[in-house]
C-alpha cells in the first residue's frame, strides 16, 4: 500500500465520523486503538451504570459500525495487511491447534474473514404480466420454484415413495460372501 492508499482511508474514515457524538468518536477511536469494548466504553465516557446496554448500543448503531469498519481499513493501510494474510496467517497458526475446539474456532474465523457469514440478498425479478403478487402468493411451492429457475423440493408423499424405493434396493443388495483363503504350505 501507498501513502494515497492511506490518505484516501484517512478520508474516508473523517467522512465516516461526521455526524458521530463526542462519545461515539471517542469510542470509535478507543477501538481502534485496540481497546476491547468494556474499555472503550469507559474511555467514550459512556454510562457506568448500563455500560454493557450502552455499549450493545453503540455497536448496533450503523454510523458507529461504518466509522469503526473505515478505521479498520485505515489500520490495515497503514501496516499494509491484506484479506489475504490474516486469511494465511489463521491458515499458518492450524497446525499450532492443540484440540478439535481450536481447529473449529480457526475455521470460524477463516469463514468469517471470507465472509462466509454474511447475509446474501438474493433479487428475483419476474417478469410476467399474467403474475400478480395476489397470484403469486397463491402458487405452490413447486411452481414458484420453477419460476425462479430451482428444481422443485419433493413432494408431499413423494418421501414415503423414494423411502420404500431406497429399502427395495438396499434389500437387493447381498452381503458378499466370505472367501475361504486357504494358507500356502511351507
Known amino acids: ?3 494515497r492508499d492511506i490518505q484516501l482511508a484517512k478520508t474516508s474514515l473523517a467522512e465516516a465520523c461526521v455526524g458521530l457524538t463526542d462519545a461515539q468518536r471517542l469510542y470509535v477511536e478507543a477501538r481502534a486503538q485496540g481497546l476491547n469494548k468494556t474499555a472503550a466504553g469507559k474511555f467514550a465516557g459512556l454510562s457506568e451504570g448500563n455500560l454493557q446496554k450502552a455499549i450493545r448500543r453503540m455497536e448496533a448503531h450503523p ?5 469503526m469498519s473505515e478505521a479498520a481499513k485505515l489500520t490495515a493501510a497503514k501496516l499494509e495487511i491484506t484479506r489475504t494474510d490474516a486469511v494465511q496467517g489463521m491458515l499458518d497458526a492450524l497446525p499450532m491447534c ?3 475446539t481450536e481447529v473449529i474456532m480457526a475455521w470460524r474465523e477463516i469463514a468469517k474473514l471470507l465472509g462466509h457469514y454474511a447475509a446474501e440478498k ?3 425479478n419476474v417478469n410476467r404480466r399474467d403474475l400478480t ?3 403469486l402468493a397463491t402458487l405452490p411451492t413447486s411452481e414458484l420454484m420453477k419460476l425462479v429457475g430451482s428444481p422443485p423440493p419433493i413432494a408431499e408423499g413423494q418421501s414415503e415413495a423414494l423411502s420404500a424405493e431406497f429399502e427395495v434396493l438396499s434389500s437387493s443388495l447381498q452381503e458378499p460372501e466370505p472367501i475361504d483363503v486357504e494358507p500356502e504350505p511351507e
Open 1 to 3: 500500500m501507498d501513502s
Open 63 to 67: 454510523k458507529v459500525r461504518t466509522a
Open 98 to 100: 492443540a484440540t478439535a
Open 122 to 124: 438474493v433479487e428475483i
Open 133 to 135: 403478487a395476489e397470484r
